[in-house]
């Protein structure tokens, strides 16, 4: 386990330029959860890896433990969640999470269109 804990997830310092192809995300599986104050911690058993996430940045990836969603989709949700408006600014920041959750291993991200392994489990 590393026992290091990146900030990674706390403030965006740039913030990438939006994608202009669709891509559908997904949470990793086993992913493990601490709460401490106003952060909280993620295992991800995939890669023995810690991670700080932020309030805005932990519910994004536990909605994306429950369901695939686009990257509009997901700022959608939030916005519901948050209720606020799902405004330009806020799809950046949720872009920017997205980008940072790829890169530390903790998503899947596809093109729409392909297969996807996600966490739902479909009715049955």
């Known amino acids: 386990i590393s026992t290091s804990l990146p ?3 706390l403030m965006a310092q740039t913030v990438p330029k939006p994608s202009t192809s669709i891509h559908v995300y ?3 599986s086993g ?3 601490e709460e401490m104050g106003e952060e909280y911690i993620v295992f991800n058993p995939h890669s023995d890896e810690v991670h700080r996430l932020n309030p805005v940045a932990a519910a994004a990836l536990s ?3 429950t369901t695939t969603l ?3 989709g997901l700022v959608q949700r939030m916005a519901s969640l948050m209720e606020v408006e799902a405004n330009a600014d806020l799809h950046r ?5 997205l980008l940072q959750f790829d890169d530390a291993g903790l998503i899947n991200a596809r093109p729409a269109g392909h297969n996807l392994t996600c966490t739902q489990t479909p009715p049955g």
Do not use: G, Y
């Open 7 to 9: 900030n990674i997830f």
């Open 26 to 28: 997904a949470a990793v």
């Open 31 to 33: 992913l493990r959860w």
């Open 63 to 65: 909605e994306l433990e």
């Open 70 to 72: 686009t990257a509009t």
């Open 93 to 97: 920041q949720l872009h920017a999470i």
